[in-house]
């Protein structure tokens, strides 16, 4: 399983990015997997900023809620994040994440700045 995302970029505070991944090289249907994105700051753990399951459902962590928004497109085998109203707290690398089968596969990050 491959993912590859891209969208990052160095913006303002209180400005918008949309991030995308694009997973393929995968045996298994697109809309049966678990999709999520992760970052990583500089010096702390990665965390989980969205999820959406197979089925449509959401969750996001209480520090981006309001403000992203995590859609899957399944016909393209794309996930996305919108990110609005960015705060220089979100500078980090992102990572998109798929699972199946009890497996997590990750593509490489792609780093966000924003600057104050």
């Known amino acids: 399983v491959q993912l590859q995302a891209s969208g990052g970029g160095l913006v303002q505070a209180g400005e918008s990015l949309r991030l995308s991944c694009v997973v393929s090289?995968?045996?298994?249907?697109?809309?049966?997997?678990?999709m999520g994105w992760y970052r990583q700051a500089s010096g702390k753990q990665r965390e989980l900023v969205a999820r959406i399951s197979s089925g449509g459902g959401t969750s996001y962590a209480d520090s981006v809620k309001g403000r992203f928004t995590i859609a899957r497109e399944n016909a393209k085998k794309t996930l996305s994040l919108q990110m609005n109203s960015l705060k220089p707290e979100d500078t980090a690398v992102y990572y998109c994440?798929?699972?199946?089968?009890?497996?997590?596969?990750w593509g490489k990050g792609t780093l966000v700045t924003v600057s104050s």
């Open positions: 090289s995968t045996p298994w249907n697109f809309n049966t997997m678990g």
């Open positions: 994440k798929a699972e199946y089968g009890g497996m997590n596969y």
